[in-house]
């Protein structure tokens, strides 16, 4: 589904649980957070805010 990014809740380099929040996106008019499915630490941000993005799509990789 497509999408546009709300916020960053994270940077390069933080590390994270699972569970934690990463991005807000809008789609449908709804915000959504997406939360990280395992525990490491974000290499890399894949998106900027305002960026549109469809379901599918990498945000971040983390390691």
């Known amino acids: 589904m497509p999408g ?3 916020a ?3 940077e390069e ?3 994270v649980e ?3 929040g990463l991005v807000v996106l809008e789609a449908m008019k709804m915000e959504n957070e997406i ?3 395992t ?13 549109a ?3 599918g799509d ?3 990789e983390i390691g």
Do not use: H, W, Y
């Not at 525990?39 to 960026?51: F, N, P, T, Y």
């Open 13 to 15: 380099g933080q590390e």
């Open 39 to 51: 525990a490491g630490v974000v290499r890399k941000i894949l998106v900027s805010e305002g960026q």
């Open 8 to 10: 960053l809740l994270v």
């Open 4 to 6: 546009r990014v709300v």
């Open 58 to 60: 990498p945000l971040f």
């Open 18 to 20: 699972s569970g934690d």
């Open 35 to 37: 939360r990280a499915e």
């Open 53 to 55: 993005v469809e379901g």
